[in-house]
């Protein structure tokens, strides 16, 4: 079985600032992924980024990045120079096993001009 | 397709009838999941198919719910005697394969569903 704990409903900052969501798991599988989806108002889920547990690099794509730490099994997302898109609910989520993700409750993220 | 496609967008419906979500996915994923997600909350597993056979049909909230998936392709969610707790946004995903590494979902958009 598989859990993912997003411990902050709700977040809000300026624009421009950075932003750190955090994001904690359990997982019984030895190779396992995890992911950063964003959901705007449109509903449609977007892969933000995405970490391979073997993988000691952490992964950045852009703006975004992550801070894992796999001991604590801790998977936080990093928005550099936050942006008014940026503005969603944001899950965290674990895969490893074949029935997809499980994902967390999420973040919901908003960005003030 | 470019993208999964879901049908219909919104529903409105009355407590006991029975509904039918479809999900178009992205041409040439073998693999094809749906969930659940209530208002305020993540997303609940339903169902994962595998080509057309589904091997793990626990996350189903109860017997009321079934899914199939025929050609390879597209995937109907049907829901029978609806109740309001079924009020919810249904998410339709697929993937290239099943497994670890594969498991990068593409989304539709969701099937918003109400029960009156």
């Known amino acids: 079985a598989q859990t993912v704990t997003q411990s902050q409903p709700e977040m809000s900052v300026q624009e421009a600032e950075t932003v750190t969501l955090s994001c904690t798991y359990d997982?019984?599988?030895?190779?396992?992924?995890l992911f950063w989806y964003k959901q705007p108002p449109s509903r449609q889920m977007i892969l933000v980024i995405r970490?391979?547990?073997?993988?000691?690099q952490n992964a950045t794509e852009n703006r975004f990045s992550v801070n894992f730490q796999k001991a604590a099994k801790s998977f936080s997302l990093k928005i550099s120079d936050s942006q008014l898109g940026d503005t969603a609910m944001y899950f965290c989520?674990?895969?490893?096993?074949?029935?997809?993700?499980?994902f967390g409750k999420g973040t919901h993220l908003i960005i003030q001009p | 397709g470019a993208g999964v496609s879901q049908s219909p967008s919104n529903k409105v419906t009355e407590k006991g009838k029975d509904v039918e979500l479809r999900c178009d996915p992205i041409?040439?994923?073998?693999?094809l999941y749906w969930y659940r997600q209530s208002l305020g909350q993540g997303l609940e597993f339903l169902i994962y198919?595998?080509?057309?056979?589904?091997?793990?049909k626990s996350g189903l909230p109860s017997d009321r719910f079934s899914a199939e998936r025929t050609g390879g392709s597209v995937s109907t969610l049907t829901i029978q005697r609806t109740q309001q707790e079924d009020s919810a946004v249904y998410l339709c995903?697929?993937?290239?394969?099943?497994?670890?590494?594969?498991?990068?979902?593409?989304f539709g958009a969701g099937s918003r569903l109400t029960v009156l």
């Open positions: 198919f595998q080509g057309n056979s589904a091997p793990d």
């Open positions: 995903a697929s993937s290239r394969q099943v497994g670890p590494g594969a498991n990068v979902l593409t």
């Open positions: 970490q391979e547990a073997y993988k000691q």
């Open positions: 997982t019984s599988e030895n190779n396992y992924y």
């Open positions: 041409s040439g994923h073998t693999a």
């Open positions: 989520a674990v895969g490893g096993g074949a029935d997809g993700l499980t």
